[in-house]
């Protein structure tokens, strides 16, 4: 499968634990995003790379969301002291800069208790 | 900023019948592009179709058209033939088209149920 990836699909975790998660975009896209999802929603911006560099970062990103693309490649979103309003899938996409396409991965859905 | 609305959050049709969901955006920019996008359920997100702005002329995809009407800031999916593998919630969105803005602006959705 080439599609894009995440890992892992499910996370439960207890208020004020630390989660990481994984997305594995669409290999030589250049571009990828990360999305919140909240049920009954649509999803909402919240980072996205070019290469490694990160260019733009949403305001619901608090400092508690740090998203990382360290060799342009994969890329990861750390939750630290996770809070209850932090349940929600998170999206990952990614897309080639030449074309407005972007292919979503299946998500992480994360439960915090 | 730019809002995209979708002020049907449920629609239902008849397996082989036709369906138009609903959208509306507002912006001030006059070179955007619109999707729309279908996310079945427990399942990954997907493109259905996309219209850039500049374009007059309706983009098309098989069974999936829609009725882009800039000047009101409408942009309405028609599904055509429905089958049972179109239920899935449906969501319309918006991007600029400036360099500097990537991010995908999405309505809330419409949850599309087709009866047999």
């Known amino acids: 499968d080439t599609g894009v990836s995440q890992d892992p699909r499910h996370k439960i975790t207890k208020r004020g634990q630390n989660v990481t998660f994984r997305c594995d975009p669409i290999?030589?896209?250049?571009?990828l995003y990360w999305y919140r999802q909240t049920l009954g929603q649509g999803p909402e911006f919240l980072t996205y790379?070019?290469?490694?560099?990160?260019?733009?970062k949403s305001r619901l990103l608090s400092d508690r969301f740090s998203a990382e693309r360290p060799k342009g490649s994969f890329s990861t979103l750390e939750i630290q002291r996770t809070e209850q309003g932090d349940s929600a899938m998170y999206l990952c996409?990614?897309?080639?800069?030449?074309?407005?396409?972007?292919?979503f991965g299946p998500g992480t859905r994360l439960t915090v208790l | 900023a730019q809002t995209v609305t979708q002020s049907q959050p449920e629609m239902s049709v008849q397996e082989a019948e036709t369906v138009t969901l609903s959208c509306t955006y507002d912006?001030?920019?006059?070179?955007?592009?619109l999707f729309w996008y279908k996310q079945p359920p427990s399942r990954q997100m997907i493109l259905v179709i996309r219209?850039?702005?500049?374009k007059q002329q309706n983009a098309t995809e098989n069974r999936f058209s829609v009725n882009f009407q800039k000047a009101a800031k409408s942009f309405s999916l028609k599904i055509s033939d429905s089958q049972l593998g179109d239920a899935a919630m449906y969501f319309c969105?918006?991007?600029?088209?400036?360099?500097?803005?990537?991010?995908?602006?999405w309505g809330a959705g419409t949850k599309l149920i087709i009866k047999p």
């Open positions: 996409a990614s897309s080639l800069v030449q074309y407005n396409e972007q292919f």
């Open positions: 290999s030589e896209h250049n571009r």
């Open positions: 790379f070019q290469n490694e560099a990160q260019l733009e």
């Open positions: 912006t001030s920019e006059s070179d955007y592009y």
């Open positions: 219209q850039e702005a500049y």
């Open positions: 969105a918006y991007r600029s088209a400036g360099v500097s803005n990537y991010q995908l602006i």
